[in-house]
């Protein structure tokens, strides 16, 4: 049975700092992670799609790896703002029904 | 733009009262999903439509009902039978294929009153 985990679940930083958050599967057949970010009382924003067959995926200061061998995936946030502060939740899509299965997600706080 | 709606924003129910809550997309999407937040769990999947006129069960389905009769529209009944209904509910669209990512509404705050 898949299952997604975020470590951390939550993580305060200054205002500047490079940081990275991770997200952890244990079936490495997959066919795709989507990271995405929401704010309190929000929806979900897709921020990356990373394929199966691809290693990784970059947006503005985003970038997100994938490595299904290890079942492993990090979102590396750059020169970081107080504007990211949010939640950060990665789904793997995996299964033929179509299913995403959810990590819990991690909580950030850059503080200014 | 292109993207999903729901609404209301906000919704009270009362105790022994059916809610509807909508979710439309003009993304052009095929599929749709239905998901319920609630603090410190993962999203848990209500139900889930690939293609007009079908759907199927998702993980929580008691006490929720719905509807596809037109590709754009996925509204969610919340029954009298759901007995902790007090939630966030999310709808997701995707395109077929296993290619594509999810795009998410605003959500819909629930609250039993």
């Known amino acids: 049975k898949q299952e997604v985990t975020q470590i951390p679940a939550a993580l305060s930083v200054p205002e500047g700092e490079n940081l990275v958050l991770n997200c952890s599967f244990t079936?490495?057949?997959?066919?795709?992670l989507q990271w995405f970010r929401q704010d309190p009382g929000k929806g979900l924003t897709s921020l990356l799609l990373?394929?199966?067959s691809q290693r990784e995926q970059t947006s503005g200061r985003l970038n997100a790896s994938l490595d299904k061998s290890s079942g492993r995936s990090t979102l590396y946030i750059a020169a970081s703002q107080p504007g990211d502060s949010a939640t950060y939740l990665c789904?793997?899509?995996?299964?033929?029904?179509?299913?995403?299965?959810w990590g819990l997600g991690t909580s950030l706080a850059v503080n200014p | 733009d292109g993207g999903i709606t729901q609404s209301p924003k906000y919704l009270f129910r009362k105790e022994g009262q059916n809610v509807t809550l909508s979710c439309e997309q003009n993304l052009n999407h095929d599929a749709m999903y239905w998901y319920r937040q609630d603090p410190g769990q993962g999203l848990r999947l209500i139900y889930y439509s690939q293609i007009v006129n079908d759907f199927q069960k998702g993980d929580i389905a008691e006490g929720y009902s719905v509807s596809r009769e037109k590709k754009e529209s996925f509204p969610l009944t919340v029954t009298s039978a759901q007995k902790n209904p007090t939630a966030f509910y999310l709808c997701?669209?995707?395109?077929?294929?296993?290619?594509?990512?999810?795009?998410f509404g605003s959500g819909t705050r629930l609250t039993v009153v």
């Open positions: 997701a669209s995707s395109a077929s294929g296993t290619a594509y990512g999810y795009t």
């Open positions: 990373i394929q199966s």
């Open positions: 789904a793997v899509h995996a299964g033929n029904n179509r299913k995403l299965i």
């Open positions: 079936d490495s057949a997959i066919y795709n």
